[in-house]
């Protein structure tokens, strides 16, 4: 079973509005990704951080999706203006070393945009 | 750009048939295969996983055969089972300390009894 908490498991949104979800990554593991999966289960990777540091983001993160990783505190995904395409399902995984041996998916947050 | 592609898009099979799962890359740098299964309304999990340096993975009912030199792999399943029902993703990653995936388009299973 996996140790990664994302809440809330179901969100719905309307039009423009902000959407946010959270993650508590599996105890000691400092890398957090975040993944969307649409209607059609294509998997997009979104960000992922080190600790609190950005390692990678796609570019449509860097403009409606913000994400953070405080110290002590969840990781959160955050839609400042949800749009229908955003509907879709959205992961959070946590990995011990960075790698993907280690990474482990979280029950996921599915968003739904009307 | 898809770089990992799965193929059958769906698959039907009788209970204890091999099912047959084929998976393509075109990054030669890719160094890591996990397979991923998703049941409905969950989330994904890992399955089972292989290197390159293999060509062959073996977990109970489940094997990951491997071609390098032709970037194919495949999944069987043997004595398939009603609880293998689920769709199946083919992934990669590009090495070294990235767990950042690459996801095929899935094959959805269905085992019937």
């Excluded at chain 1, 990781?75 to 990995?95: H, M, P, R, T």
């Excluded at chain 2, 769906?10 to 048939?17: C, D, I, Q, R």
């Excluded at chain 2, 084929?22 to 994904?44: G, L, V």
Aim: net charge neutral; charged share 20%.
């Amino acid at each position: 079973n996996s140790k990664v908490i994302q809440t809330p498991r179901y969100l719905v949104k309307g039009q423009g509005q902000k959407a946010k979800m959270r993650c508590i990554p599996e105890k000691g593991h400092p890398v957090v990704f975040w993944y969307q999966q649409n209607k059609n289960n294509e998997f997009k990777f979104l960000i992922n951080f080190q600790n609190q540091e950005v390692l990678q983001q796609i570019d449509m993160t860097e403009k409606r999706f913000s994400a953070e990783c405080p110290s002590n505190s969840p990781c959160s995904l955050e839609i400042q203006s949800s749009e229908a395409g955003d509907s879709a399902l959205y992961l959070c995984a946590s990995s011990l070393t960075g790698g993907p041996e280690t990474l482990y998916f979280g029950s996921g947050t599915r968003l739904t945009v009307l | 750009q898809q770089q990992v592609r799965q193929s059958p898009q769906s698959l039907t099979v009788w209970e204890g048939e091999t099912a047959i799962l084929n998976c393509s890359y075109e990054d030669s740098t890719f160094d890591y295969f996990p397979w991923y299964w998703q049941f409905p309304r969950e989330s994904p999990a890992l399955l089972i996983a292989i290197r390159p340096v293999s060509n062959k993975k073996e977990d109970g009912r489940f094997t990951i055969f491997f071609n390098k030199r032709e970037k194919k792999l495949s999944l069987h399943i043997t004595d398939s089972q009603p609880g293998d029902s689920a769709t199946y993703f083919c992934a990669s990653n590009t090495g070294g300390l990235s767990g950042k995936l690459t996801f095929g388009e899935g094959t959805q299973v269905t085992v019937i009894s």
